[in-house]
C-alpha cells in the first residue's frame, strides 16, 4: 500500500483563499478490493437495515412482531382492557396463568395462556375461531400497511411453540406453577325444578313464604375436576356480615344440571343442598355461602369479606 498526496498548483490555492475556503488536501490510500461507498450522501444514513435477529418463538420477538403491531391498535388491547399488549411485561403478565374474560361455551379454555399446553390456551383459540359464534376471530381489525393476513400461519406456529415450550418470560424462566381457589360460575336457586326469578342479574332470588329451595352451584378450578373438589359446605345466615359455624354442613355431589350462569350461557351444576324454609316469612332474607377446598386452597369461602357486595346479594333469597 503507498500514498499519493495532490499537491494544489499556487494560483488555484490563492484562488480558494481569496474564495473563503481552506485548503484541502486529500489523502487516498490505494488499497485491494473495491472502493468503499460514503455510506452517508446528503447526512442520510442509507445503509440497509441489520437482518432482523428477534426470535419470534419468545415473548420478546412475538410481541414486536404480532402483539404490539397488530393487537394493541387504538380501541383495541391497548390498555383499555385485558390482555394489554403495550408492553413486552403487560403482555406476559395479562396472558400467562390469567383466567379469560369470555369463556368458551363447552367451557374447555379456562386460562388465555396455559404453559405447556397451548392446545389448552385461549389465545391460540381466539386467533382460530369464532368464539361462541360471536365474537369474531383475532385480530378483529388490522392497520392498512399490516402484512399479517399474509404471515398468519406463521405467527400461529411461533405462539404455539413458545407457549409449548413453557410460556418463559422476557429472562427465560418458566413461570412457576400456580394454582387458583374454585372460582364461581353461577348460583340457582329451585322449587319444583324451575330457577326462581331475579328483579336483576345480582339481585337476590325471589320466593315464596314456606317454599324449600334446591341450591344448585357452578364452579370452575384451574388444576382440580369440579367433581373432585373436598369439603365442600354450606352455611346460611339471616345477617351477610355473621354466619354460624353450626350451621355448616355438606353439599350432594351431582348429578349435574346444565343451567344458565352469570354470564348466561349454559353452566354444569354439580354440587346441591335442599335448604328448609318453611319457618321464614314474609321479607325474610336468607345469604347463603359455600365454603369449597381443591388440591392446594384449602376451605376457600365464596362469597367471603373481600367479595364484592353484589355477589352477596347473588347467593341470597328473598322471601315474598
Not at 188 to 209: D, H, M, T
Request: glycine residues 8%.
Amino acid at each position: 500500500m503507498k500514498s499519493i498526496i495532490h499537491n494544489t498548483p499556487f494560483n488555484s490555492l490563492k484562488n480558494l483563499i481569496l474564495g473563503g475556503f481552506s485548503l484541502v488536501m486529500l489523502v487516498a490510500c490505494e488499497s485491494e478490493g473495491p472502493d468503499i461507498k460514503n455510506p452517508y450522501p446528503n447526512g442520510k444514513d442509507t445503509l440497509p437495515r441489520a437482518k432482523d435477529t428477534w426470535n419470534y418463538r419468545t415473548i420478546q420477538g412475538l410481541h414486536a412482531g404480532l402483539f404490539k403491531p397488530t393487537c394493541a391498535n387504538s380501541g383495541c388491547h391497548d390498555g383499555n382492557f385485558e390482555p394489554d399488549f403495550r408492553t413486552v411485561e403487560s403482555s406476559y403478565y395479562s396472558l400467562v396463568n390469567q383466567p379469560v374474560t369470555k369463556p368458551d361455551l363447552g367451557g374447555k379454555f379456562g386460562y388465555r395462556v396455559v404453559p405447556f399446553s397451548a392446545s389448552n390456551s385461549m389465545l391460540p383459540h381466539r386467533m382460530t375461531v369464532d368464539l361462541n359464534g360471536n365474537s369474531g376471530i383475532m385480530p378483529l381489525s388490522l392497520e392498512s400497511n399490516s402484512n399479517y393476513p399474509l404471515e398468519k400461519d406463521s405467527w400461529r406456529v411461533r405462539l404455539n411453540d413458545w407457549i409449548n415450550a413453557g410460556a418463559k418470560d422476557w429472562l427465560g424462566k418458566v413461570p412457576v406453577s400456580v394454582d387458583f381457589p374454585p372460582q364461581i360460575l353461577g348460583v340457582q336457586f329451585l322449587v319444583n325444578g324451575s330457577p326462581l326469578f331475579r328483579a336483576g342479574k345480582y339481585e337476590a332470588a325471589q320466593i315464596g313464604v314456606g317454599q324449600s329451595p334446591e341450591i344448585w352451584v357452578s364452579l370452575s378450578d384451574d388444576n382440580t375436576a369440579i367433581s373432585n373438589l373436598k369439603n365442600v359446605t354450606i352455611n346460611w345466615s339471616t345477617d351477610p356480615s355473621k354466619f354460624d359455624a353450626t350451621n355448616e354442613v355438606p353439599m350432594r355431589a351431582g348429578p349435574a344440571k346444565n343451567m344458565n350462569g352469570l354470564l348466561g350461557s349454559g353452566c354444569e351444576y354439580y354440587w346441591n343442598y335442599n335448604y328448609n324454609g318453611s319457618k321464614h316469612i314474609e321479607n325474610d332474607v336468607v345469604w347463603f355461602r359455600i365454603t369449597v377446598s381443591d388440591s392446594k386452597n384449602t376451605d376457600y369461602t365464596i362469597p367471603n369479606s373481600n367479595s364484592m357486595f353484589l355477589l352477596k346479594t347473588y347467593f341470597a333469597i328473598k322471601y315474598k
